[in-house]
């Protein structure tokens, strides 16, 4: 028995080796991008021209690597033991971290814009490497712990707060990556065990019995999709628990440089530099976006939706994008029921399948937008509730999909697009928002002709159908000095909305934690305004909030948050939700139309969690 189990243990290490090898060309291909991407920004905007040799480091390296793979590939299964592959991929990732590591700490340009920027391309290679490195936790962290915690010393080394907390954030957010590629490695290795054991017992029992065959295929299946859901699951809580940190960073990033370009002045090349780093920042927060709506945390406003006027729409604008030699098709039930969804989101999603059907069809080809009323069963698809659907579906005839490749399509980076031209979210957001909206995806591809995606979106029993065109409000000119608390314990933020709205002429008290914010509001009478962020210490804003109203009834009241919680809850129920990271437009004009508008009649924190 002993002899079985060192069987299957040696049959797991040989799977994640496998995996890791498998995973090699993302890898590389992302290290040289990234390299590429830094060396251009820092090298050629920066005018640091030493990023050229980190990238010509990380060419080389990567072209080891690449033969190395090659290697691995034409010997397998014969050649070189599964351990000395190991030990042989344990060693690149290594090489890699040291150089994604000392390079930038070495190197590290003056501007904390810069900085930020290093910290941003470095984080998410580390998040990255979680997808493609997890399956052996020595290759993960042979490459994360390097890359990441010589920036982290770097930092605290230079000893002013700010830095202490982006090394804090970096510190957390590598160890944060530890666990979960700990519980990845540990999940794979248990159901590769599980696929071992059940192979060898049905082996011994009986390979003829046809039942018994079913019940392990279905097993096998169960423990495919189980693997799948653990491994989104973990991506998706290590996404929304570090989306906060980062809308609050991008926040602060976007908002400072809003300011400095209002204040360089005549400065073009200083305005350049400027809106290259402005550039950046906003790809940073559509990214973390991405990241939200793939974890199914993004904020959905939900309403009865004509699906066909969505689709009249879109066809509008796909007719303008897709090219002559696609012949496009759209069609609807007559009487097709309305579906409860996020109209926006719904636009996005069938555009992103759509735009994935047109890359398909690179000679041309037909695309078809249909909708329709369907019905899930019990029993039928897992991801679905018995109950009546909105089903849009958008095939093409276009190259298709293999099983291999079918079978990852909702996995978050993974393309099978050129290099540049996908990011690998399109897919997993598309699925989150639909699962998000109660609803699933369903995509059939053969290759050589063609692929259908079906997006099934819950009816909506309402008898009338919302219209996206919001009523025009009139809002009076708020007075020209507002007193102002802003409460938020991150003083990057802190400061730059205290900066705008000084600007604009208000009256601004700065709190580092609600009860500074509370004490204001007890011996400063004449405030008229409190914008708060929902996650603080002490307590949330919710319950901030809750405090403030029952001190001071008339106080309007404003909440801002880049919490994953808070933005799909909607916060506070009859207070405006400003999301981070904004813009200094977003934030005067919603600080103005909460100052025009009544204070909220009563507040219940309950709903928004509290504490």
Known sequence: MVVERKGIESEIFDAQIRAIYEHTPIVLT????????????????????RWWAFLALIVVLSGAR?????????????????????IAATVGSGLSGIIWGAGPALLLPFSIVDQTFLA???????AGALVTLSYHLPVFVAFVMPATLPLAVRFLLDGRPVYIAMASMIILFSASLAVASRNFGRSFAKSTRLRY???????????????????IADRRTTEDRLHQAQKMDAIGQLTGGIAHDFNNLLTAVIGQLELAQRRAGGDDRLMALLHGAYIAAERGATLTQRLLAFARRQRLDT?????????GEIEKLLKQTIGPSIRLLTAADAE?????????????????????????????GTLLINAERRYAEPGGTPELAPGAYVVISVSDTG?????????????????TKEVGRGSGLGLPMVHGFAVQSGGGVHVESTPGKGTKAELWLPRATEDSIESDQAEPVETAAAAARARIVVCDDDPGVRSFVGDVLRESGHAVWEADRPTTALKVLETERAIDLLLVDYAMPEMNGAALIERAHNLRPELRLLMMSGDAG????????GVRLLQKPFKIAELQEGVASVLAGPPPAAIDARAAGAR
């Open 566 to 573: 808070a933005l799909q809850s909607g916060g506070v129920a």
């Open 303 to 311: 309403r009865a939706v004509d699906v066909a006027v969505i689709i």
């Open 336 to 364: 097709l029921w309305p579906a409860r969804v996020d109209p926006h989101q719904l636009e996005l999603a069938i555009l992103n399948l759509a735009l994935n059907a047109r890359d398909a069809m690179p000679t041309g």
């Open 197 to 215: 054991e059940l192979q060898e017992r049905s082996e011994q029992l009986a390979i003829a019995n046809r039942q018994l065959e079913n019940e």
């Open 399 to 415: 190259t298709g999909m293999d099983a291999e490749t079918l079978a990852r399509v909702f996995e978050p980076f993974f393309t």
């Open 120 to 126: 941003f391309v470095i984080g998410g290679m580390a």
């Open 30 to 49: 992302a290290n040289v991008v990234n390299a590429g991407l830094v060396a251009l920004v820092l090298g050629v905007y920066a005018g640091d021209r």
């Open 66 to 86: 690449a033969v190395l793979w090659s290697r691995n590939r034409s010997l397998a299964p014969h050649g070189p033991s599964t351990r000395a592959w190991a």
